[in-house]
């Protein structure tokens, strides 16, 4: 080939691999910005922040492959990935940085339950091995969210039954089957009580107003809407009509990522117009990356940012890329003695654990 064909194929080269570093390096930028615009009014921005780790891992890997290069062009993904120094330890911790224990200790688990799969025999023993698990945990306070019971006039004597040291506070809706809704159970006296019912949605979130050893605590258990994606029948869709089910799916994934803004902005309002310290666990159904995340998050910590260890995934699908589970607590109210994720394959959800220490003794209503 002659010198100047060369040039010509080099010149190429470096204007595709240029443009293939701004592309990556774009997609992690609009990963950063989709936790400050609404879904509510531009939806597909969820997908950037949804998508965020395996737009990390591109760009990490040219930008290992632009030093091998030595070429100029490494600063466009050493640019990019620059503010991950920043956002990545909300979903991976190297180290434990919990605060040492002390007598004012609550443990707090946070459980999505998964309706217990809704089948017979296997619901039974899959309850029965979620309550065997919570009884060891021994927590304080126990949020379970999609909890599934045969019987609605029922679901409170099953829980005096396996957790009478417990109050029992739940709120779930009746179907032919059976019932489901969230649940919390408290160690500590629980004075007041509340919900939030979602518009169009079968989710919600209810609060809890606690005494716990002369503090007043409201703990919100949330359930935000999920994405109502089927797997199943995406696969089968292949056998006959796979537009209308693909169209269908959007459909249903739009409608479930303009709604989950609103009714966090619902537990917020209600937050605002609480007289006492919230804490905030639940399923947000959204990653760290994410409006959902970044809105529950201002003025609070993270028991996983302050105290956990590794990988804090908490859905068992898409290992380890989606934590949609939290523990949330004010800035200045507790401290995170301990975080853990519990790999227990009773749901498609895993367990958080947290244990927060009070760091003031007065009311402060």
Same mark, same amino acid.
């Given at each position: 080939m002659t010198r100047a064909g060369n040039r010509k194929k080099n010149l190429l080269f470096g204007i595709t691999s240029r443009a293939l570093l701004c592309a990556a390096a774009l997609l992690l930028l609009l990963s950063y910005v989709s936790v400050v615009v609404n879904p509510a009014e531009a939806w597909f921005m969820t997908f950037f922040g949804l998508f965020y780790i395996p737009f990390l891992l591109l760009n990490a890997f040219l930008l290992v492959w632009a030093l091998a290069r030595r070429s100029k062009a490494v600063l466009i993904p050493l640019v990019a990935l620059l503010p991950s120094l920043f956002i990545f330890g909300r979903y991976f911790q190297f180290s434990s940085g919990g605060a040492e224990p002390g007598p004012d200790d609550v443990k707090v688990v946070s459980y999505n339950v998964g309706r217990f799969a809704l089948s017979g025999e296997r619901a039974q023993a899959c309850r029965d091995s979620v309550v065997r698990f919570l009884r060891e945990q021994d927590a304080d306070i126990i949020c379970l969210q999609e909890f599934f019971y045969d019987d609605a006039s029922k679901v409170r004597a099953f829980f005096r039954k396996h957790f009478p040291e417990h109050d029992c506070e739940y709120?779930?809706?009746p179907t032919d089957a059976g019932c489901y809704g969230n649940v919390t159970l408290s160690r500590f006296p629980i004075r007041s009580k509340g919900k939030l =019912? $979602? =518009?169009?949605? @079968?989710? +919600? /979130?209810?609060? @809890? =107003?606690c005494d716990v050893r002369g503090t007043r605590m409201r703990i919100y258990n949330c359930h935000f809407q999920s994405y109502n994606i089927s +797997? @199943?029948?995406? /696969?089968? @869709?292949?056998?006959g009509d796979y537009r209308k089910v693909f169209r269908d799916t959007e459909e249903r994934m739009r409608a479930s990522i303009v709604r989950r803004p609103r009714q966090v902005e619902m537990v917020l309002r209600d937050i605002d117009e609480c007289p006492t310290e919230a804490v905030v666990t639940g399923d947000f159904n959204d990653n760290p990356l994410s409006y959902t995340y970044w809105r529950l998050r201002r003025g609070r910590k993270d028991t996983f940012v302050e105290a #956990?260890? #590794? $990988? #804090? /995934?908490?859905y068992s699908v898409l290992q380890p890329l989606l934590r949609i589970d939290y523990i949330l607590y004010p800035e200045d109210a507790f401290r995170t003695v301990s975080h853990a994720v519990v790999r227990r394959p009773f749901s498609d959800h895993y367990p958080i654990v947290s244990t927060l220490s009070l760091t003031h003794e007065e009311d402060p209503r």
């Amino acid at each position: 080939m002659t010198r100047a064909g060369n040039r010509k194929k080099n010149l190429l080269f470096g204007i595709t691999s240029r443009a293939l570093l701004c592309a990556a390096a774009l997609l992690l930028l609009l990963s950063y910005v989709s936790v400050v615009v609404n879904p509510a009014e531009a939806w597909f921005m969820t997908f950037f922040g949804l998508f965020y780790i395996p737009f990390l891992l591109l760009n990490a890997f040219l930008l290992v492959w632009a030093l091998a290069r030595r070429s100029k062009a490494v600063l466009i993904p050493l640019v990019a990935l620059l503010p991950s120094l920043f956002i990545f330890g909300r979903y991976f911790q190297f180290s434990s940085g919990g605060a040492e224990p002390g007598p004012d200790d609550v443990k707090v688990v946070s459980y999505n339950v998964g309706r217990f799969a809704l089948s017979g025999e296997r619901a039974q023993a899959c309850r029965d091995s979620v309550v065997r698990f919570l009884r060891e945990q021994d927590a304080d306070i126990i949020c379970l969210q999609e909890f599934f019971y045969d019987d609605a006039s029922k679901v409170r004597a099953f829980f005096r039954k396996h957790f009478p040291e417990h109050d029992c506070e739940y709120f779930v809706y009746p179907t032919d089957a059976g019932c489901y809704g969230n649940v919390t159970l408290s160690r500590f006296p629980i004075r007041s009580k509340g919900k939030l =019912d $979602f =518009d169009e949605s @079968s989710n +919600l /979130a209810i609060w @809890s =107003d606690c005494d716990v050893r002369g503090t007043r605590m409201r703990i919100y258990n949330c359930h935000f809407q999920s994405y109502n994606i089927s +797997l @199943s029948r995406v /696969a089968r @869709s292949f056998q006959g009509d796979y537009r209308k089910v693909f169209r269908d799916t959007e459909e249903r994934m739009r409608a479930s990522i303009v709604r989950r803004p609103r009714q966090v902005e619902m537990v917020l309002r209600d937050i605002d117009e609480c007289p006492t310290e919230a804490v905030v666990t639940g399923d947000f159904n959204d990653n760290p990356l994410s409006y959902t995340y970044w809105r529950l998050r201002r003025g609070r910590k993270d028991t996983f940012v302050e105290a #956990g260890k #590794g $990988f #804090g /995934a908490t859905y068992s699908v898409l290992q380890p890329l989606l934590r949609i589970d939290y523990i949330l607590y004010p800035e200045d109210a507790f401290r995170t003695v301990s975080h853990a994720v519990v790999r227990r394959p009773f749901s498609d959800h895993y367990p958080i654990v947290s244990t927060l220490s009070l760091t003031h003794e007065e009311d402060p209503r």
